[in-house]
T-cell receptor, first 119, second 114 residues
Framework: AQKITQTQPGMFVQEKEAVTLDCTYD???????LFWYKQPSSGEMIFLIY??????QNATEGRYSLNFQKARKSANLVISASQLGDSAMYFC????????????????FGQGTELSVKP | DAGVIQSPRHEVTEMGQEVTLRCKPI?????LFWYRQTMMRGLELLIY????????DSGMPEDRFSAKMPNASFSTLKIQPSEPRDSAVYFC????????????FGPGTRLTVL
């Protein structure tokens, strides 16, 4: 069964430092997508970054980068130069291959990691 | 551009009452998803639609839950009768064919069933 595991329920980081949030996934499929979302205390889900299983380069979006290690089935999120506004829940999600009942690219979410940035 | 719109933002009701949650997806998006978020179970996909047609409702917990999408700009999730264990945040999300397949989420509806 496809599954996303985020082993860190909570993390602390000092402002301006980098932090890595772990995500491992379990799938036997070759084609899939990996996403990270941020959920601040206000509750909305904000898309951060995407990595396709066939992408050779690690994805980057501003201060966010995704450390994709396919053989290890890990897709860790790296946030550089942490800011106070980065304090939030972070969710890793996987999109199984499209087709059949997953035509729309439904996402499977991990349990999340709560990141607190200290001034 | 307006994002995904959900109403109401908060709903408090008593057990046994009917609850209707509403969603307006981003204009032009072909897919609409309903999720439920709780502390115990995390984020769960309930149902999703493509071009107004339900594709996968395997996540709908039981017959008390129903969802409709009468047109491309409106969807409802109904719970009848509601129970305290339905208390959760319900998110609607939509996506289009362009992009990387990311879903855009609404602000959520926080439902409390007393």
């Amino acid at each position: 069964a496809q599954k996303i595991t985020q082993t860190q329920p909570g993390m602390f980081v000092q402002e301006k430092e980098a932090v890595t949030l772990d995500c491992t996934y379990d799938t036997s499929d070759q084609s899939y997508g990996l996403f990270w979302y941020k959920q601040p205390s206000s509750g909305e889900m904000i898309f951060l970054i995407y990595q396709g299983s066939y992408d050779e380069q690690n994805a980057t979006e501003g201060r966010y980068s995704l450390n994709f290690q396919k053989a290890r089935k890990s897709a860790n999120l790296v946030i550089s130069a942490s800011q106070l506004g980065d304090s939030a829940m972070y969710f890793c999600a996987m999109r199984p291959p499209r087709g059949g009942r997953n035509q729309g690219g439904k996402l499977i979410f991990g349990q999340g990691t709560e990141l607190s940035v200290k001034p | 551009d307006a994002g995904v719109i959900q109403s109401p933002r908060h709903e408090v009701t008593e057990m046994g009452q009917e609850v209707t949650l509403r969603c307006k997806p981003i204009s032009g998006h072909d897919y609409l998803f309903w999720y439920r978020q709780t502390m115990m179970r995390g984020l769960e996909l309930l149902i999703y639609f493509n071009n107004n047609v339900p594709i996968d409702d395997s996540g709908m917990p039981e017959d008390r839950f129903s969802a409709k999408m009468p047109n491309a700009s409106f969807s409802t999730l109904k719970i009848q009768p509601s129970e305290p264990r339905d208390s959760a945040v319900y998110f609607c999300a939509s996506r289009g064919l362009a992009g990387k397949g990311e879903q855009f989420f609404g602000p959520g509806t926080r439902l409390t069933v007393l």
